[in-house]
C-alpha cells in the first residue's frame, strides 16, 4: 500500500512537467511535424536580370549616389527661384532611375522580361533540415519563401501553391502551417480563394495588408499632409533605442520645443506634396500605377478611385482583370477565413499599434505599425488615433465578446471579423521590435501553432492585448503601459520648454561623452 501510495503520489507531483513538456511540443503529447512556411512581404527579395544576376531593384549605392547628384542641384536652385512648374523633368528623373527595372507594361507584365525575383527555392535537404527531433518545426525556424511581388495576386497564390507542394513532397508531411506577412496576407488569402484549404493546417495572419493601407490608398489619391507633431511622433517611435536613436531623438526634441519643426514641417510639406505631384502624374503613375502587386494593398474603399480616376486610360481591360480579382478577395476575407476555420484550418490574426502611420499622408494620425493601418490588419478593430484614446467613459462597440477594450483605451476589438483569434501587440512596429529582436513574437507563434486551433485571446500567457518589453511579451495591463513615441508634444509654458531643453541637452551630452 506505501508503494502504492508513493508512485500515485509521485506520478501526481511531475504530473504538470508532463503537461508542460506536452504543450510545449503540442496538444497530442507530440511534436510539431508540419512544416512552418513564412511569406515575406512586399519588397523582400531583390529584382534581379535572370540571365545575369545583375542587381535590378533596390538600386545600388552608386546609382543612388549619381542620381542625387544629378538631382538635387537643380532641384534646389528651381526651389530657391520659386520654379515649382520646372521641377517636373529633374524629379521624374530621378524616380525613373530608381525604379526602372521595376516597370511593367499596361497589361501588369513586366516590362523587361528577364526580371524576375532573386529568391530561390531551398534545396530539399535545407528544408527538412528545418525539423528538429526536439521539437519539430517551428516559426523560428521557418521555411522562408518569397516572390516576385511586382506581380497580381492570381498569379503569386499559383506560385505559392507550386511551393507548398514542394515542401510537401520534400518531407513526406500531408498538410503545411503558414505565417504570413504584411503583403504575404494578400498572397495567403488568394491562394484560400483560388485553392482552398487542403494543404493547409495553421494559418496566422501577422501585421496584414491584406486589407490595405492608407499609406498606398494616400498616395495613390495624393492626400499628402504634414505637421511637426506628427513627424516627431513617427521618428520617436521607429528611430530605436540604442545610442545614436536616443541622440537623434534628443535633437530633435530640443528643435521642436524651440518651435523649429513647425517651419520645417510646413516648408517640408509643401516640398513633398510639390514634388510628389509632380512624379505622381509621370514617374510613379507608370511605374506603381502599373504594378498589380502593390494595387493589391489598396484599401478596399480606395480601389474604385484609383481604378476609375487614377489608372484611367493607362491601363488595359487585362490589368484591371488581375487587379479585379484580388479587390473581390479583399472584400470577402472574413468569409474566406470563415470557411477555412470551418474545414478545420486553425487562423490566427496578429495585428500591432502604438504608432502613427507614415507623417507625409492625410491618415498620418490613424493608429497603426507604422505602416500598416491598425483597423486593416485586425480585419475591422477600432482604433484610435495614436494621440487620442477614446473618451473614459467608453463601451465597446459590440457587447460580446466581453473586454475587448484595450487597458489603454487604443484599441475596441469587438468590432473585429474574429476577436477570439485576434491579438494586438503593442510598441512593436510592422518592421519588428525597436530592439530588433523577433524571439518574443515567435514564441508566440510557436504557441499559437503547438496549442492548436481550440486557443484563443482568452488565456493568461498570450491574452488580447499584449506590450513588447525587454525582449518580451507581456499582458498589457494599465501599470506596465508605456508608449514608445516618448516626448512628441510641444510644451506650452516657456519655463516648461526651457526644462524640457535642458533635459535634451543633458541626454545628449551624456550619449556623446558618457562610455
Given at each position: 500500500m506505501k508503494k502504492t501510495l508513493c508512485l500515485i503520489l509521485s506520478a501526481l507531483m511531475l504530473l504538470p512537467v508532463w503537461a508542460q513538456a506536452a504543450f510545449a511540443a503540442g496538444t497530442d503529447g507530440t511534436k510539431n511535424k508540419t512544416p512552418v512556411i513564412f511569406i515575406a512581404g512586399f519588397t523582400s527579395t531583390d529584382t534581379v536580370d535572370e540571365e545575369t544576376g545583375e542587381r535590378i531593384f533596390p538600386p545600388s549605392a552608386d546609382s543612388i549616389k549619381r542620381g542625387l547628384r544629378e538631382t538635387i542641384r537643380p532641384v534646389l536652385d528651381r526651389t530657391l527661384k520659386g520654379e515649382f512648374h520646372s521641377l517636373d523633368y529633374p524629379l521624374n528623373q530621378a524616380?525613373?532611375?530608381?525604379?526602372?527595372?521595376?516597370?511593367?507594361?499596361?497589361?501588369?507584365?513586366?516590362?523587361?522580361?528577364?526580371?524576375?525575383?532573386?529568391?530561390?527555392?531551398?534545396?530539399?535537404?535545407a528544408i527538412r533540415a528545418k525539423y528538429h527531433e526536439d521539437e519539430g518545426y517551428t516559426a523560428d525556424d521557418h521555411i522562408y519563401y518569397s516572390y516576385d511581388w511586382r506581380l497580381d495576386m492570381r498569379t503569386l497564390a499559383g506560385g505559392f501553391h507550386d511551393f507548398i507542394e514542394y515542401v510537401l513532397e520534400c518531407t513526406g508531411a500531408k498538410k503545411v502551417d503558414v505565417i504570413a506577412y504584411s503583403m504575404g496576407t494578400c498572397v495567403l488569402s488568394s491562394y484560400l480563394a483560388v485553392y482552398g484549404t487542403e494543404y493547409l493546417d495553421q494559418t496566422i495572419f501577422y501585421c496584414g495588408a491584406?486589407?490595405?493601407?492608407?499609406?498606398?490608398?494616400?498616395?495613390?489619391?495624393?492626400?499628402?499632409?504634414m505637421d511637426a507633431e506628427s513627424t516627431v511622433a513617427f521618428l520617436n517611435g521607429v528611430l530605436g533605442t540604442d545610442a545614436r536613436g536616443e541622440l537623434v531623438k534628443a535633437l530633435v526634441d530640443v528643435l521642436h520645443q524651440e518651435?523649429?519643426?513647425?517651419?520645417?514641417?510646413?516648408?517640408?510639406?509643401k516640398l513633398v506634396d510639390t514634388a510628389f505631384s509632380r512624379v505622381r502624374r509621370q514617374a510613379l503613375k507608370y511605374i506603381f500605377g502599373r504594378m498589380p502587386g502593390?494595387?493589391?494593398?489598396i484599401p478596399y474603399e480606395d480601389y474604385d478611385y484609383v481604378r476609375n480616376e487614377f489608372a484611367s486610360g493607362m491601363v488595359t481591360d487585362a490589368f484591371y482583370e488581375k487587379t479585379d480579382f484580388y479587390h473581390e478577395v479583399q472584400g470577402n476575407i472574413p468569409a474566406l477565413l470563415s470557411s477555412a476555420m470551418a474545414k478545420g484550418v486553425n487562423v490566427s490574426v496578429i495585428a500591432k499599434y502604438g504608432y502613427p502611420n507614415v507623417p507625409v499622408i492625410a491618415s498620418r494620425k490613424d493608429g497603426s505599425d507604422a505602416i500598416v493601418d491598425t483597423c486593416y490588419a485586425s480585419i475591422g478593430a477600432t482604433a484610435a488615433r495614436y494621440d487620442t484614446p477614446f473618451p473614459e467613459d467608453y463601451?465597446?462597440?459590440?457587447?460580446?465578446?466581453?473586454?475587448?477594450?484595450?487597458?489603454?483605451?487604443?484599441?475596441?476589438?469587438?468590432?473585429?471579423?474574429?476577436?477570439?483569434?485576434?491579438?494586438?501587440?503593442?510598441n512593436s512596429t510592422h518592421l519588428g521590435t525597436l530592439n530588433g529582436d523577433e524571439s518574443a513574437e515567435y514564441r508566440f507563434m510557436d504557441w499559437l501553432i503547438a496549442?492548436?486551433?481550440?486557443?484563443?485571446?482568452?488565456?493568461?500567457?498570450?491574452?488580447r492585448f499584449m506590450i513588447e518589453k525587454n525582449h518580451q511579451l507581456e499582458p498589457l495591463t494599465a501599470e506596465n503601459d508605456a508608449s514608445a513615441l516618448g516626448?512628441?508634444?510641444?510644451?506650452n509654458s516657456l519655463i516648461a520648454r526651457l526644462k524640457q531643453i535642458f533635459e535634451d541637452l543633458k541626454k545628449m551630452l551624456r550619449l556623446l561623452f558618457v562610455k
Open positions: 524616380v525613373l532611375a530608381l525604379f526602372d527595372g521595376l516597370r511593367c507594361d499596361e497589361n501588369g507584365d513586366p516590362v523587361k522580361v528577364r526580371t524576375t525575383a532573386a529568391y530561390k527555392y531551398p534545396t530539399p535537404e491584406f486589407n490595405g493601407s492608407s499609406f498606398c490608398g494616400d498616395a495613390f489619391k495624393r492626400d499628402i499632409e518651435g523649429v519643426t513647425d517651419l520645417t514641417a510646413a516648408v517640408a510639406g502593390f494595387w493589391a494593398m463601451v465597446q462597440a459590440n457587447p460580446e465578446p466581453a473586454g475587448c477594450v484595450s487597458p489603454d483605451r487604443m484599441i475596441d476589438a469587438s468590432t473585429c471579423a474574429f476577436p477570439e483569434k485576434t491579438w494586438f501587440i503593442k496549442s492548436g486551433a481550440e486557443m484563443t485571446v482568452e488565456n493568461e500567457d498570450y491574452p516626448n512628441y508634444k510641444r510644451e
